[in-house]
């Protein structure tokens, strides 16, 4: 029982040994540019195998990656449900989509590479539907959505499309390079994650309440 215990505690240890270290190399490099073989030494592996004895392929790796965030996001986006329920404020849906995602950069410490590595991801058509398909399956994010949905004005539904996008994107890269400065150490307009969380809400409340254009 001690032997298999040891054993179990050994294989979680690599696991997470190769998943940290294709999470940074992937994000600073992006995820084709980086081999198993560079993921297997970063992380301490002499067998160049490991990646694919305990992952399979690269997109089964990339989603394994991002299944490590989606729990604790997940959590924080319960709480910020809780605290919105009910709201017919815009501002307060927004939240429940910015914050937790926010939040859970803050929690991670300093350098985090889960931003870049999304922003990453999403730049590739080949592995983006992961992290889409990983969003979908949260009950939470449905929720904010729907949330969002009740309380925003009447929208032509090219619009609200056009303006999803947009909003994915903005928080996508925006997290991305504020990450990234960090890790730099490169001054930022916004100090905390916090501070960013709140310039992005305010951009994004903007974005779905500005006016909109009929072209003719």
Same mark, same amino acid.
């Given at each position: 029982m001690a032997r298999r215990t040891a054993r179990a505690e050994q294989?979680?240890?690599?696991?997470?040994?190769?998943?940290?270290?294709?999470? #940074? !190399? $992937?994000a600073e490099?992006?995820?084709?540019?980086v081999s198993n073989r560079q993921v297997s030494e970063a992380a301490g592996q002499g067998n160049n195998a490991a990646v694919g004895y305990h992952f399979g392929t690269k997109a089964d790796l990339v989603r394994a990656v991002a299944r490590r965030h989606t729990a604790r996001?997940?959590?924080l986006q319960e709480r910020a449900l809780s605290a919105?329920?009910?709201? *017919?404020? =815009? #501002?307060?849906?927004v939240d429940c989509l910015v914050r937790p995602v926010t939040g859970h950069? /803050?929690? !991670?410490?300093?350098?985090?590479?889960? /931003?870049? $590595?999304?922003? %990453?991801?999403?730049?590739?058509?080949? +592995?983006?539907e992961i992290l889409v398909e990983e969003s979908l399956a949260s009950p939470? +994010? #449905? %929720?904010? =959505?729907?949330? &969002?949905? #009740? *309380? !925003?004005?009447? +929208?032509p539904a090219e619009v609200r499309a056009e303006r999803g996008q947009m909003v994915r994107l903005l928080l +996508?890269?925006?997290?991305?390079? %504020?990450e990234r400065a960090v890790a730099e150490g490169t001054p930022t307009a916004r100090a905390t994650w916090g501070e960013v969380a709140t310039g992005l809400a305010d951009a994004i409340v903007? !974005?779905? &309440?500005?006016? =909109?254009?009929r072209v003719r």
């Open positions: 294989v979680n240890a690599t696991r997470e040994a190769i998943l940290t270290a294709a999470e #940074r !190399l $992937f490099h992006g995820v084709y540019a996001i997940e959590a919105a329920a009910g709201s *017919t404020d =815009v #501002r307060d849906w950069l /803050a929690e !991670l410490g300093s350098p985090t590479w889960y /931003a870049r $590595f999304c922003a %990453q991801v999403m730049t590739d058509p080949a +592995l983006h939470a +994010l #449905r %929720q904010a =959505v729907e949330g &969002l949905n #009740r *309380t !925003l004005p009447e +929208l +996508l890269h925006t997290c991305a390079e %504020q903007g !974005l779905w &309440l500005a006016p =909109v254009t």
